[in-house]
């Protein structure tokens, strides 16, 4: 299921274990620093959600801190 026309790209997951709340959509954060220095780009990246940030985040490898604030509890 997407969620909405403007922001098409957003995969909104049943099972998710945070919610996205209903007023913004999630904003999107990039891919981490090590994914972009690998040259992996976001086909092998898998999202993650940052509650801080409210945005989703890429990473190809094992990292858990979020690209744009630092935060690594989700």
Known sequence: MLMGEDNDRIVRFPFSRMPLGGREPPRELGA????????????????????????????????????????RHG
Not at 36 to 58: K, L, Q, T
């Open 32 to 71: 981490t620093p090590m994914t972009r220095a690998f040259g992996s780009g976001r086909m092998n990246a898998h999202g993650h959600w940052c509650s801080r940030c409210r945005g989703i985040w890429f990473s190809s490898f094992g990292e858990v801190e979020c690209p744009k604030c630092g935060n």
